[in-house]
């Protein structure tokens, strides 16, 4: 459970930086957009290039948000499977606590009832 966690983890941290590179190929593409709408003395047009930076902002917004979401569902399998964890080392925790009282009292009433018995 500990190495399904690690590998969770490990998976979140490539997705949150793959989302970061993204991020950062957007603001590239939407400010070179901007300086082609916004060029001084140059007729505002939507020639193949506009419209190359227009389909590559949407192409990346598309893969941003879908990395998002496989990043919720991995977030929240790292939630379920800590959930888990905790159950069973509570689970653990008390079987221990259960073995603990048997050895220190119910060792002792068996060991008084098998010396009664062999009196008998």
Avoid: W
């Avoid at 590998?7 to 970061?20: C, H, N, S, V």
């Amino acid at each position: 459970m500990i190495e399904e966690l690690t590998e969770l983890r490990k998976t979140a941290d490539d997705i949150k930086e793959a989302i970061e590179a993204k991020r950062k190929n957007l603001i590239v593409a939407e400010t070179r957009l901007q300086e082609r709408k916004n060029r001084p003395n140059v007729e505002n047009c939507i020639d193949v290039a506009t419209i190359a930076l227009s389909s590559e902002i949407v192409q990346l917004r598309q893969c941003i948000s879908q990395l998002q979401i496989h990043l919720q569902k991995i977030e929240d399998q790292i939630k379920a499977t800590t959930r888990l964890q905790l159950l069973f080392e509570q689970d653990i925790s008390s079987k221990v606590k259960s073995l603990e009282i048997d050895e220190e009292m119910g060792v002792p009433i068996r060991e008084n009832l098998e010396c009664s018995s062999k009196r008998l």
